[in-house]
């Protein structure tokens, strides 16, 4: 998908609400800029909470009584520190050297090191998670002038260009195929590689794309068989049933919509090895096919027979196994559910395993040799029969329980009840009803196995290639096959929904797109879908704007405090007349102080914050052989002066 389909600016997040979930996307690039600037705002926000913390202790600590030079001295370095850095060391060399000339001149200014030292660690550790208000391969927000679905079109125009059957039908049938062929493949390998948090390829492989990975599910073996009674395989080991339970279209789909325009879906699919004795026979008059056999689990295809073997396909293999389904047929009464879309699965196993199998659909324990007088276990009869039923449930999250969803059924009666039964949807909802039961209907077992064939089995992991010779399967290897393709069922889901706002990977397909004939609130769809990307970073503007806010005062602050400081005092009349020893202990004062104690200068404005010498004035400073000289009161009062701004 092109990096240009990706907003960037801001927009809401509805999974985290209007406040929460306000974002601003941005390039990777432009990204660790801001993080780096918000870094560095951080740190000066904290240069400005110490000199407020300074300020404030130093208006604490001045008396109008005689002090020893270290109180005068640390009231100078509180004054004049403009970081809290530089107080570390000031602090050190003034309990070192007061140690003995002061009272207890070690310890007193160990306390002002302490509260330098947590400032340093709290704004230290506040600078690093400061970069918690973006995470990468956060959610971003999909758009792309290609949305629409990727469905064989009706009679109508198509992406602009108007369809004509007879030309495009074969063209279109082959381009989807290979759009349903890379999204099973793609579902297939992202199961393979970023279900397991325990496996080692995650790190490597893409698997932060889909808002939540993987979806929830279910599963619950050995449930009655799904069909009739004598039709599975067994009756001890029975079928295994997978649930979604209800999953969020917002949620777990990345549909961006506020909580009362989201819907919740649920998907079931039962599983079983079947029987196939009693429902096959061999071939018949004037068959076509030579020596073939034929099952009979429901006309297909403009015949009375469900699926056919013949004795070619069986025994001159190319592969060592042949998978194919058949979903659309009248299944007999013995397999037919009016309130599921019914499958049966059709697996030719060729297979040659090191070791007996006894998983009831990959069953082989008839033993054969092999090179070098090796033993092998092959299948017999070479077919086994899978039936699976899918059913689906939409439901309105709006609601009570007991009338919130359409009943648990197959896809047209789902798609039926959603737009005739009273579910209370309101228009938003009724648009991304229609848009789910769409993408649902691409996301299905006849998807997967007719796009990919015996490719989706796990079971192909276990043998090679050239030879057709297997290592043994689990005793449960067809419930691993069943649970691995309703993973890619829901997987698939999650990438049609992408695909459907971000349109093809190929940009040859997107004239295959069917555009959607959604108005007002259905056309917010093409601007809703969200996933993740590590091309893109995402901010919280409620994050960064409590920073900025928050910094900016600090920031601003300690110039102003001996301003209001002052105003306070003149409009309280208290305090007003004593001298501002704030000011009074500023490096620019104490250094006019010096000047004057040696008679440099003619200094105006002593009350300011910046005094001054009278228009024109020079003046140079005296050369000191011996700056030990205690006669040299200005020397001492300068290195005093420097000192403090070390």
């Known amino acids: 998908m092109a990096e240009s389909y990706i907003f ?53 600590r001045s008396k109008d009584e005689p002090r020893d030079g270290l109180y005068h001295q640390q009231q100078t370095v509180l004054r004049n520190a ?3 850095s530089a107080v570390v060391w000031q602090q050190i060399q003034l309990s070192w050297y007061w140690r003995s000339k002061a009272q207890h001149g070690l310890y007193r200014p160990l306390p002002f090191l302490g509260l330098t030292l947590f400032h340093i660690a709290f704004f230290a550790i506040a600078g690093i998670f400061s970069s918690q208000v973006s995470q ?15 469905l064989p079109p009706p009679a109508e125009q198509r992406n602009g260009r108007i369809y004509n059957a007879s030309t495009d039908l074969l063209e279109n049938a082959f381009a989807q195929l290979n759009y349903q062929r890379r999204t099973m493949i793609q579902s297939f390998n992202y199961i393979e590689s970023c279900a397991s948090p325990a496996n080692e390829l995650r790190s490597r492989m893409k698997c932060d794309v889909y808002t939540t990975r993987p979806l929830q599910l279910t599963s619950t073996s050995n449930i009655s068989c799904p069909f009739a009674d004598g039709t599975c395989m067994s009756s001890t080991d029975g079928a295994l049933r997978l649930d979604t339970g209800l999953l969020n279209s917002d949620l777990d789909l990345g549909i961006n919509a506020r909580r009362e325009d989201r819907l919740t879906y649920r998907k079931v699919t039962e ?9 096959m026979s061999a071939s018949r008059p004037n068959d076509t096919m030579g020596s073939s056999v034929y099952y009979y689990y429901g006309a297909s295809g403009g015949t009375n027979y469900t699926y056919a073997l013949s004795s070619t396909a069986a025994y001159h293999p190319t592969e060592t196994y042949d998978m194919t389904i058949t979903a659309d047929f009248t299944p007999i009464p013995a397999f037919n559910r009016a309130d599921a879309d019914v499958n049966l699965i059709f697996l030719v196993n060729r297979a040659r395993y090191l070791a007996p199998v006894n998983d009831l659909w990959f069953h082989a324990e008839n033993k054969v040799e092999m090179i070098d007088e090796v033993a092998g276990y092959v299948t017999t009869p070479l077919l086994s029969v899978m039936g699976c039923i899918e059913q ?42 229609q848009h789910l039961i769409k993408l649902l209907s691409l996301s299905t077992l006849d998807g997967i196995i007719s796009s990919m064939g015996s490719s989706a089995l796990v079971a192909m992991k276990y043998e090679s290639s050239s030879t057709s010779i297997s290592s043994p399967l689990p005793d449960n290897q067809w419930k691993i096959e069943v649970t691995n393709w309703h993973h890619m069922m829901q997987t698939a889901l999650q990438q049609h929904v992408i695909d459907f706002a971000a349109g093809p990977a190929d940009p040859h397909w997107g004239q295959y797109i069917l555009k959607p004939s959604f108005t007002g609130a259905g056309h ?44 306070a005092q003149q409009l309280g009349k ?21 000047f004057e104690g040696a008679g440099l200068g003619t200094w105006q404005g002593r009350n300011n914050t910046m005094p001054v010498t009278v228009q024109g004035e020079k003046f140079r400073l005296p050369q000191f052989e ?14 005093t002066s420097t000192l403090s701004q070390a």
């Not at 990468?136 to 990727?150: D, H, I, M, N, Q």
């Not at 208290?574 to 010096?594: E, N, S, T």
């Not at 011996?626 to 290195?639: E, G, I, Q, R």
């Open 8 to 60: 960037t600016g801001s927009w809401i997040n509805w999974s985290q609400g209007p406040i929460l979930g306000a974002t601003l996307t941005t390039t990777a690039y432009n990204g660790a800029l801001l993080i780096a600037f918000v870094a560095l705002f951080v740190r000066q926000a904290g240069n400005g909470l110490w000199q407020i913390w300074s300020f404030g202790l130093h208006k604490y």
């Open 82 to 84: 403009s970081s809290p």
């Open 136 to 150: 990468k391969s956060a959610e971003v927000l999909v758009r792309s002038p290609t949305c629409g679905y990727f």
């Open 271 to 279: 599983c079983a090895p079947v029987k196939s004795g009693g429902y």
């Open 392 to 433: 689906y449930q939409i439901c309105n999250p709006n609601l009570a329980a007991t009338s919130m969803c359409t009943e648990l059924s197959r896809l047209e009666q789902v798609k039926n009840q959603s737009s005739t039964h009273d579910l209370g949807f309101n228009p938003h909802q009724v648009h991304l009803a």
């Open 524 to 567: 917010d769809l093409c601007s809703a879908q969200k996933m993740r990307d590590t091309s893109f970073m995402s901010f919280s503007i409620l994050g960064l704007t409590i920073i900025f806010i928050i910094g900016g005062l600090l920031i601003a602050l300690p110039p102003l405090l001996p301003i209001l400081t002052r105003w």
């Open 574 to 594: 208290k305090g007003f007349h004593r001298p501002d020893y704030w000011l009074l202990a500023d490096a620019i004062h104490l250094q006019q102080m010096a």
């Open 626 to 639: 011996d700056p030990t000289d205690s006669d040299v009161k200005l020397y001492a009062a300068l290195n």
